[in-house]
């Protein structure tokens, strides 16, 4: 399977960050109250596959519940394009409206019952995983 590298980035531009990417990603819509009040979609990747370029003295953390999860923020525009996740804290969930994807990648849709993360986060686990070549 081909790799891509994908760029992105919050709305002002003042953080940037590059993924590598499969040429076949499953992203996550998430009903959590953050993730539905945001509109993140979910693509998790292994921390060695995201490379921040730019900006990280723009950012602002934001910690809830269990504080394990880091939400990073731009401090100017309010984007958040990355996280930290608690279902991943070894990978970044990157929000899928803030890449600018090769048309040649293919894109899954699922949907993600955060409302009851207890029962359901070791369902994503495996995402920020490498893949096996």
Same mark, same amino acid.
């Given at each position: 399977?081909?790799?891509?590298?994908?760029?992105?980035?919050?709305?002002?531009?003042?953080?940037?960050?590059?993924?590598?990417?499969?040429?076949?990603?499953?992203?996550?819509?998430?009903?959590?109250?953050?993730?539905?009040?945001?509109?993140?979609?979910?693509?998790? +990747?292994?921390?060695?596959? %995201?490379?921040?370029?730019?900006?990280? =003295? !723009?950012?602002? /953390?934001? &910690?809830?519940?269990?504080?394990?999860?880091?939400?990073?923020?731009?401090?100017?525009?309010?984007?958040?394009?990355?996280?930290?996740?608690?279902?991943?804290?070894?990978?970044?969930?990157?929000?899928?409206?803030?890449?600018?994807?090769?048309?040649?990648?293919? +894109?899954?849709?699922?949907? %993600?019952?955060?409302?009851?993360?207890? =029962? !359901?986060?070791? /369902?994503? &686990?495996?995402?920020?995983?490498?893949?096996?070549?």
């Amino acid at each position: 399977m081909s790799q891509y590298t994908a760029k992105g980035s919050c709305h002002c531009g003042r953080t940037v960050f590059e993924v590598t990417i499969e040429e076949e990603i499953v992203v996550h819509h998430c009903n959590c109250s953050i993730c539905s009040m945001a509109g993140y979609i979910h693509l998790i +990747v292994p921390a060695a596959h %995201f490379r921040l370029l730019k900006g990280k =003295e !723009h950012l602002s /953390e934001y &910690r809830f519940n269990t504080g394990t999860a880091r939400h990073l923020f731009c401090a100017h525009c309010g984007i958040k394009s990355f996280y930290v996740p608690r279902s991943n804290p070894d990978g970044f969930s990157v929000n899928l409206r803030c890449l600018e994807l090769p048309q040649s990648v293919k +894109v899954t849709e699922e949907s %993600f019952d955060g409302q009851h993360w207890e =029962e !359901h986060g070791d /369902e994503l &686990r495996h995402a920020s995983q490498p893949p096996v070549s």
